[in-house]
Nanobody, 119 residues
Framework: QVQLVESGGGLVQAGGSLRLSCAAS????????ISWVRQAPGKERDFVAA????????YYADSVKGRFTVIRDNPNNMVYLQMNSLKPEDTAAYYC????????????WGQGTQVTVSS
């Protein structure tokens, strides 16, 4: 089992920044990648960004490229999502998800953290 705990959400004005954290524990050696996925009210969950557990590859949705950066902290089993130039359309619940074998197939989820961007 892998446990994931997100933190760092909040309310920010458009143009501002937030950094989300995802703490992984348990069988972390089995993780292939960690993704950030968001869900706005009334919408489906959307992929935001991902990083392989080794930290050598990153992936981004077109909507966040150039604004968001996903970072891996190896010694502490942490993954961060640095979000800059936030827009109201970034408002959503943000989840980190662990994949064991395939990048976009999620085996474990955190509880989520809310990000609200005011205009």
């Amino acid at each position: 089992q892998v446990q994931l705990v997100e933190s760092g959400g909040g309310l920010v004005q458009a143009g501002g920044s937030l950094r989300l954290s995802c703490a992984a524990s348990g069988r972390t050696f089995s993780i292939y990648s960690i993704s950030w996925v968001r869900q706005a009210p009334g919408k489906e969950r959307d992929f935001v960004a991902a990083i392989t557990w080794t930290g050598d590859s990153t992936y981004y949705a077109d909507s966040v490229k150039g604004r968001f950066t996903v970072i891996r902290d190896n010694p502490n089993n942490m993954v961060y999502l640095q979000m800059n130039s936030l827009k109201p359309e970034d408002t959503a619940a943000y989840y980190c998800a662990a994949s064991i074998t395939t990048l976009y197939e999620y085996d474990y989820w955190g509880q989520g953290t809310q990000v609200t961007v005011s205009s």
